[in-house]
């Protein structure tokens, strides 16, 4: 069997790294520019930087609001999601259920039908059922958290299964001979094994929740906004402040590029955790 020749290989990479960057590189652009170069004619090359674009976004409150709110609404729906997942995956793969495989197939089947589907019943849950007294389940940051929850937990178990079921059982029953209980063999014997796979559900249900727009758009008003909604924000019956926009999407980058540079020791080997099992 003929390997592939290293220069076309190489040759592929790159051209297919400067198609996905390229726009990231071109919104870069557009930030360092003012609303008068912005109608000019295009260059490609920044000659002058306008850091104005980014210091109003900076040092706009609301900004800090919105980039806070996603902090928050991200990273929690990531810890809640990877906790409940591993327990449930634990439980279906370790234990012997009644319709396993079709419990398993039940929760992918909410990821199938379009969100869209979802947003007038929950809009209608949020504003006229879920209330008690005067406060709502309506623009808080709670609500994100748990609708993010319902929908990214079914993915979660499915990344979580072929981990869970790449570690061996016989691990688990030379602890339960010695006296563990279950929690102790989660906690001692699985979590440190299944950490890259864990890793890798968070990154992914944390950048799910992070770029999510639709929902956040319908179910939050003003205090529980997130950074996505709020570019949406630039587009005035004016006129588009471009870039304002385009400056306020780059630092939205840098959580995320933050956050996965923490972790991204983790990330090769929980993709290729459970590829095989042992």
Same mark, same amino acid.
């Given at each position: ?30 930030? !360092? #520019? ?21 210091? #109003?976004? @900076? ?5 800090? #609001?919105?980039?806070? +709110? ?6 929690? +729906? ?7 997942? %591993? ?6 793969? /370790? ?14 089947? +909410? ?8 947003? %007038?019943?929950?809009? %209608? ?15 808080? /940051? ?9 929908? +990214? ?17 016989? %691990? ?73 926009? !385009? ?12 956050? @996965? !540079?923490?972790?991204? #020791? ?8 459970? !590829?095989?099992?042992?």
């Amino acid at each position: 069997m003929t390997r592939p020749r290293p220069l076309l290989s190489i040759l592929f990479w790159t051209v297919s790294s400067l198609v996905t960057l390229f726009p990231i590189y071109w919104m870069f652009i557009v930030s !360092a #520019k003012s609303r008068v170069e912005l109608f000019g004619k295009p260059n490609f090359i920044i000659t002058t930087f306008f850091s104005e674009n980014y210091i #109003k976004t @900076l040092t706009d409150p609301t900004f800090q #609001k919105y980039m806070f +709110n996603s902090i928050v609404v991200a990273t929690t +729906n990531a810890a809640l999601v990877t906790t409940l997942a %591993l327990f449930a995956t634990y439980a279906l793969t /370790r234990y012997k259920l009644t319709g396993k495989e079709n419990i398993f197939f039940w929760t992918i089947t +909410n990821r199938m039908a379009p969100p869209a589907a979802f947003l %007038l019943p929950l809009f %209608l849950l949020y504003t006229q059922v879920f209330v008690v007294g005067d406060w709502k389940l309506f623009d808080t /940051r709670t609500g994100l958290i748990l609708l993010y929850c319902v929908f +990214n937990l079914p993915f979660a178990i499915w990344t979580l299964r072929g981990v869970i079921d790449s570690i061996p059982h016989e %691990l688990d029953e030379a602890a339960y001979v010695d006296g563990a209980k279950t929690w102790q063999v989660i906690w001692y014997v699985i979590l440190p094994l299944a950490k890259p796979g864990l890793a890798v559900t968070g990154i992914l249900t944390w950048v799910f929740a992070w770029n999510e727009y639709l929902f956040a758009a319908t179910l939050t008003s003003v205090h529980a906004r997130t950074i996505t909604t709020g570019l949406a924000e630039f587009v005035t019956v004016t006129g588009t402040n471009w870039g304002q926009m !385009a400056a306020t999407a780059m630092l939205t980058l840098i959580p995320a590029i933050a956050f @996965l !540079a923490l972790v991204q #020791k983790h990330i090769v080997a929980g993709l290729t955790f459970g !590829a095989v099992k042992g």
